[in-house]
């Protein structure tokens, strides 16, 4: 299994330093080729260089929200799956975050575990 995730590539896009430094570890643990992005500005960089299969996204950052990361990214990479990840639990953020074209909505805090096994789900 780590041999197939080798070759996925996934970002993770959150503001919150400490959350992002232990998913970017968990992630390479696991095998993917990780990288991340604090803001959307630096996320969207970083997707102009290179495609992603999946990105891990935090709804709430400064500057664009991850909701108008996730519209913009469904244009452009409508291959790539996008897993919300969010603190806000709110009924009209899910519809909002799914409607846009989200794979998965997983409200923070979350286990590890739970996001290694959507990221399988969603790559396979």
Do not use: C, W
Request: net charge positive.
């Amino acid at each position: 299994m780590i041999q197939e995730q080798k070759l996925k590539k996934v970002l993770i896009v959150d503001d919150d330093f400490e959350f992002r430094k232990s998913l970017l570890k968990i992630m390479l643990k696991a095998g993917y080729q990780a990288s991340a992005a604090s803001s959307s500005e630096q996320a969207r960089e970083l997707i102009t260089r290179e495609a992603y299969p999946l990105i891990l996204l935090d709804i709430h950052m400064p500057g664009k929200s991850g909701l108008e990361l996730l519209k913009e990214l469904k244009k452009k990479h409508s291959d790539s799956k996008v897993i919300i990840m969010t603190v806000n639990g709110e009924m009209q953020t899910y519809n909002d975050a799914m409607n846009a074209g989200a794979f998965a909505y997983l409200n923070k805090p979350v286990k590890m575990k739970k996001i290694l096994t959507y990221a399988a789900m969603a790559l396979n």
